[in-house]
């Protein structure tokens, strides 16, 4: 059987940092809409341009070209064995929009892993954060530093920071969690896939507790 999974939490909550773990233990590739989205940008498509304006001041792309691009996404061959949602979907209307692609693929969603952790410690976390704009590799300058300051280690590419993680646009960010992909979390819930993991604790011990978690669906 197919393998999709959704990972839900706010930004910053670890999302993009425990993602590897998982596609490697479920065999699965890694599909982060916030990702796809700033490959377009880097390559000036019209979708990048129209995804930059939301992206800037930390606002939702509208559900119809993130549905639409995802969607095209889930009909690449590699996913026919299931994949890792990071960042998809972020509003009640993706979540029906996934739900059905995925019915025309005689598939659902197997468990969302919802990652708990407090708006105090997101900000903390995402002005922190450096990430491999070639690879997409996240580090933080504290808790989870590369070997060498400002390097990747999978590849030697320079590191950056990503504008849309400055206090300002975190604070709207994090609000427009709150109110728009929160609700998600009762949705998962109440079709039974949910698993809540307390995002706090250090890397090691939440990418545990995510594949305790997945341990029966593997
Ligand atoms: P984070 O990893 O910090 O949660 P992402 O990289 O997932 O952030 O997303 C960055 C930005 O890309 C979001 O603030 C939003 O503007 C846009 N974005 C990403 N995924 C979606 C989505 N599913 N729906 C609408 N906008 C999205
Ligand atoms: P998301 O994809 O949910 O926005 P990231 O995985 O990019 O979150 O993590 C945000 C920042 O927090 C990164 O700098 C990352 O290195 C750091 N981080 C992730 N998980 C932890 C953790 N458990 N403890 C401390 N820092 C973490």
Not at 95 to 100: S, V
Not at 123 to 148: D, F, I, T
């Amino acid at each position: 059987m197919a393998h999709f999974i959704v990972l839900l939490g706010p930004p910053g909550a670890g999302k993009g940092t425990q993602a590897k773990a998982i596609c490697e233990a479920l065999n699965i590739p890694h599909i982060s809409s916030g990702d796809i989205f700033r490959e377009h940008l880097s390559k000036q498509t019209e979708l990048g341009k129209l995804a930059d304006g939301y992206i800037k001041c930390g606002q939702l792309v509208p559900d119809d070209v993130t549905i639409r691009m995802i969607g095209d996404r889930l009909k690449q061959a590699d996913c026919a064995n299931g994949a890792l949602l990071d960042g998809f979907p972020r509003t009640i209307a993706q979540a029906q929009a996934l739900d059905e692609l995925l019915r025309k693929m005689n598939a659902r969603v197997q468990t969302a892993i919802s990652l708990n952790v407090p708006a105090e410690v997101l900000v903390e976390r995402l002005s922190g954060r450096w990430s491999c704009p070639s690879c997409g590799r996240v580090y933080h300058e504290v808790y989870n530093p590369p070997k060498q300051a400002g390097i990747c280690d999978e590849d030697d590419t320079t590191l950056i920071q990503r504008p849309d993680d400055r206090a300002e646009t975190v604070r709207q960010r994090i609000e427009v969690y709150q109110n728009q992909t929160e609700p998600l979390i009762e949705y998962y819930r109440q079709k039974g896939v949910l698993v809540g993991v307390d995002g706090t604790q250090s890397i090691e011990a939440v990418q545990h507790d995510i594949l305790a978690s997945l341990a029966g669906v593997r």
